[in-house]
């Protein structure tokens, strides 16, 4: 039952995954934009703000790796292949979402 589960959702997963996070970079860019006004300046927006941020870049690194993992695998058939660009992508995006976190953890102190 489990099994055909994952193989029914597996088809759907890539799409909603995609839809999922274009709403959730709507939403992040309006935590932003109203976190950032002058008079919302506090230490715990900072935090919220940064989190948003992350959060932003994450959805958009994911809208590749769920296109080309789950959309343009399932709708071909071909087997799943990790390509260079998606692999340094990963990694530029977690190097900056780091940097970024650590940078406002510092301004914080």
Known sequence: M???FALEY???HGYIS???CLLGI???LLVIAVLTRRHMLTSSNYMLTAL???DLITMLS???YAIQFYCL??????TPT??????RLSFTVRAFSQAFLDFFNTRRR
């Open 2 to 4: 489990l099994v055909r």
């Open 52 to 54: 948003a941020i992350c």
């Open 73 to 78: 695998c399932i709708s071909s058939s071909r």
């Open 62 to 64: 994911y809208i590749p």
């Open 82 to 87: 990790l390509s260079y660009t998606i692999c």
């Open 26 to 28: 709507v939403c992040s």
């Open 18 to 20: 995609v839809v999922v």
């Open 10 to 12: 597996g088809r759907y």
